[in-house]
């Protein structure tokens, strides 16, 4: 039962008493009210706002009275919804809610529809991160619950479903029924886009064994127990809880720390299935979690409001982008794009921060280190630079970021430990869930929670550590006893061990232990014993050696075998290293007809890219995103009507951001006015100020766009839903500063996000993603804490699970970072490594409980040592056929007669971005850095420079005006590194150089025009670029030199003004055999086709491309 069961059982069955009180199927708000009292044997009292008896509250709880108080200044539809919350409490909470809790009532109105007098304060008004982050002590998981109770009471999913069947939609249901609008549209996601599973009550607990009964009664004050695979760690977690309370240990006094809110709700929800007394008041939560809490209720010690704003990364990357033009650098370019390389920079900051090392300490220890190369020292020293501006701009503008949550407490609890004691003090008993992942900060901060009396009680597993790469740090746990324990207190210590696995069969369980031994751990901390609780199975794991383009095919093989043998889908799950493994193992499963449940980048979707195309419909000016429409007939507009309406749009005002729609356009094709108009009707009423949350609402729920096959239950089906559910709720979440953004902002982020490389917040998937008859696909991280009939683990290699470094390791980043600025040394840092690569393998064979296929390369050399000993793991050659690689779509354009170097490097980067850009003239309506301007600017100079013989200041100074960038006071590093840039190019006098305009080579065929450039006395060539890859650009201009401007140019020198490098290059010996050549073949044939690459984060027709990422 997931923890939000217990709640709509709850109130099915109070719905139920009132449906039979007033005899209705479908009553109003208004009815169950009349009926309440008499029915569910509760006073309902309406009192003034400004009543003493509500505290400041909106409803109000008197458990002991029998007695709901209600304010008495709202619309029904809020007081509907407040009689329900609070009565949610009534049958959910604990009969003495814990002192400090509080009971007012919320509905989350994330819109300008909300009726302002209901709630001063709800999760939905925080920040994108901090609705990740949201607090799961009791009183948030209490309001939860209540929320979800409320919901189900005043609208229950399934009166959502027979209700939009019979017609009705998210309004007309609103208005009827006299309900708030928000419940009716949370209502309608979950019954329309999720899977029904109706709740059922838990399933009844294994009893405990004697060790997990030993580890759960311990009475030693700091106390480690050693939890393997599949030996309940959960399981005795839950026992410690009960024990402590069973043992008159107030349940507020126990504090419970996890990695997942999912962990803790379901801890508590296993309390309170077994009768454990005030379960719900056991505060059980993320560290974050806890951290969050902290800040928010002492918000004013840190110069905070109790709306704490936490940045996610694209915020942090924007505030640093504004913050630039006052820092003065050494090592970055103002004219490379901060968004290239910030990310990276905080990233390094996020880890200083959390090893408690501030910017003075950074540039103090990278000092005393050997001397480096005089580049490493100035980026060294505008990490510096960086991290103390981050610092002052986050306290400047009252934001936090993820770090901050633990780092900030942690400080001032180290510093100042009376000002959060009454806090710090409320547990007198500290459990910390998978102590193998916590990382220097959570070490400290676990150092500071708890009464003077209180007790450490930690579960975790050193073979399960996978998160070295992040700062979890093993030394947690090979040193527990020197963190936490004060000389002649070695009595008050004992580590327990859980010994039966009640997952795995004997045969994988002995695979296991091959990978728990085999291990560079074992010397040092051997491997626990464990017994199998199951009995021989017969069915060994299996080893499968797959050419690396046939492994899809071979486990598509595999997957049907195991289904025929009683395996459903569902039960069966993929397990690799990378996000871009799994991505791409997912899209030929499924292209094989095997359903995948792995959504991947939701904006990536195509189910979801509609709604992303109409959003842009509205907001740009282009109406290029007719495009990506074309999956629908009725939206499926002529290509010739589209080209007339971006050629239109090119007119003004009139004809952009959707205002086409509403304005007769006689000239366009009768289906294109059809089109026009079925767009017209869609997307009546919005504008490109909507809300993104009401905008996918209305669309879903009064439109039903999304929604036409309800009826189809098949797997592929329910995911298509899920991803819109999830996608829903993604837009539900605020710009990051407490307002919800409009369509444009929302667009203009998602661009951002997607540039930086950050993936779709990753929300869980709901517990009714479970019935989903699919196989789930996940990294090795990603599988942690989940378990599966069978398990295929693929490109199982010894560069990601061998003990020998990978010889991909980046040594620019090991002195960025370096081990002595992360409480550790260089040996203990490759042993971290070493550790991990073992832990993944570990992990991943572990999560296997019947079957386990496990697939590697043809070279034996290639596979981890634990997996060549045939008598615990039979290997296999696997053969099948290659997949045949799709045709190659092709659109029938006249190649152009001429066409730039770049258009030419655009088609070969990605031939069907080529097509939006060049021959559907599709305008890129993207925001420009500045410095992408003002390498612009340059540019333009040395040309005038060059060209019309200016002064170099005069050049340098026309050029900026025209590019309206900042001036000298205004970002003065911008320009004086654009002046250096500049300088660059003007090394060579014009005697010595003459400029050369455009000119034009021919390559099989076709012409190709280059750019102005300067051509010296000997005939060779310079090409000034502000790009900083020269590479890819010397090889692919070779085949022009042949003859380019009617003669063969014995030599290039390319030369990016932002790097300060240069590289040559010479003619082709054979032209015929070069990329270009052949590109032009394809320019020629036709191909058009999405390529994938890094390019696809900045592509600017990402949203209507026809490839799913």
Known sequence: MNPFDRARIQAINARAKLIAACGEQYPTSQQLIDVAEATLGIAIEWESPDDYALG???????????????????????????????????????????????????????????????????PSSTSPVSAVVEGYGAWERNELQANVFARELLLPRTAARALWSAGWRSRSIASHFLLPLEVVRQQLADALLLSDVPPVPPAPAHPPSDAQRLAAEAPEKFVNVVAGPGTGKTTTLVHRVAHLIASGVPANRILVMTFTNRAAQELVERLTAANVPNASQVWAGTFHSFGLELLRKHHLLFGLTSQIKIADALQQVRMMVEELPTLQLEYFFRLSNPYDWLPDVLRIIHRLKEELVTPDEYAAIVRALPAVEPDVERERNDIVTLYRAYEAVLRREGWVDYPDLLVRPTVQARDDRPSLAPFLEQYDHVLVDEYQDVNHVMIEFVKKIGSPQRCLWVVGDIRQAIHHWRGASIQSLLKFDEAYVARGQAASIRRYSLDINRRSSPEILRLVERAGTDHVLQPLVPLDRVSPSRSVSGVMPALLHTQKDAQSSVIVGEITQCRAAGHSYGSQGIISSTNAQVDKLAQDIEAAGIPVLHLGELNQRAEVKEFMCLMQLLTQRSPGALLGLFRRANLRMPAADIELLTNQSKLGFNHQRGRWLSRPTAVLSALGQQVVQEL??????????????????????????????????????????LALWQFLYGVRNSDGVGSQATLSKFLVREDFRRYIGQRSAERALPPEAAAIDAVRLMTVHGSKGLEFDVVHMANVEKTKFGAEASPRFDERQALLLPPEALHSTQALRLQGEAIERNNLLYVGLSRAKDRLKVYGGTDAATIPDPLRDPSVIPASVARASVPVAAPVSRVPMTPPVAMTFAALDGFMTCSLQYHYAQELNLPIEQDLDVSIRARRAVLAGLEYFYRDGMKTDEAFLQAWGEKSLPTWEEDKMLMEHAWI??????????????YVPETTASVNGQAITMPWMLREASGDVIWLRTGVGLSAVARNVRPILENLGGRRCNRISIHSLVTGLSEDAVPSARASTTNVFKSIGALRAGERKATRGKHCNRCAYSTICAQRH
């Open 56 to 122: 400041g509250a909106d409803a109000l709880l008197q458990r002991s009275m029998h007695t709901i108080l209600i304010r008495d200044d709202v619309r029904q539809e809020a007081k509907a919804y407040l009689l329900a919350h609070e009565l949610g409490h009534w049958y959910l909470d604990s009969p003495q809610p814990a002192p400090g809790t509080s009971t007012v009532s919320f509905i989350a109105a994330p819109d300008d529809e909300a009726d302002t007098t209901t709630a001063a304060s709800t």
């Open 680 to 721: 017209s009707d869609l997307l009546e009423g919005a504008t490109r100020s909507s809300r993104p949350w009401v905008f996918v609402c209305d669309l879903l729920f009064e439109k039903g766009f999304g929604l036409e096959s309800l009826a189809d239950q098949s797997a592929a089906a329910q995911i298509n839903r």
């Open 981 to 994: 840039a500049f300088n660059r190019g003007a090394s060579w006098q014009p005697g010595s150089a003459s």
